[in-house]
């Protein structure tokens, strides 16, 4: 499959994976500013063309676990007809907003900052029903798989 994008910004780099066999494209940060809500933006310089029934998973690359910052929405979802440039924004974590400036771990300018997964989706109709199948979890919430109920 071929998907199309687009070098929005002089430094863009060309998402690019490590090994052949790696999932995600790297994305690079081609620039950096906090916004009104403290969050650090970070632009890619780079706008996709998804295919229809495809979509785009950005995520936090493992590099994450030496910052003090963690990725605002958790996991950034680009639908297929978005044309704008990808951006990730963090938050920097309570560790981060107690050192001094030139002790914060944060990314810069030109570091791969997240990566790229596109992926396809299936068309959905949802069905409303007035009952749902009965399972072994049933309406168990949270931890509910790890109980041993019967029932």
Not at 18 to 42: C, M, P, Q, R, W
């Amino acid at each position: 499959m071929k998907v199309k994008f687009k070098k929005t910004h002089e430094l863009s780099k060309t998402p690019e994976k490590a090994h052949d066999s790696d999932a995600g494209f790297d994305l690079t940060a081609v620039s950096k500013i906090t916004d009104e809500f403290g969050n650090i933006v970070y632009d890619t310089g780079i706008s996709l063309e998804l295919p229809k029934g495809y979509y785009g998973l950005v995520l936090p690359r493992s590099s994450i676990s030496k910052k003090t910052l963690n990725l605002a929405n958790s996991v950034g979802l680009i639908d297929p007809d978005y044309r704008g440039s990808v951006i990730l924004k963090f938050k920097p974590t309570p560790y981060m907003s107690s050192r001094t400036v030139e002790e914060n771990y944060d990314y810069e300018v030109g570091d791969k900052i997240g990566q790229l997964l596109i992926l396809p989706f299936p068309t959905i109709e949802l069905l409303e029903v007035e009952a749902l199948s009965s399972t072994i979890r049933n309406d168990g919430g949270f931890g509910s798989t790890d109980k041993k109920t019967s029932k």
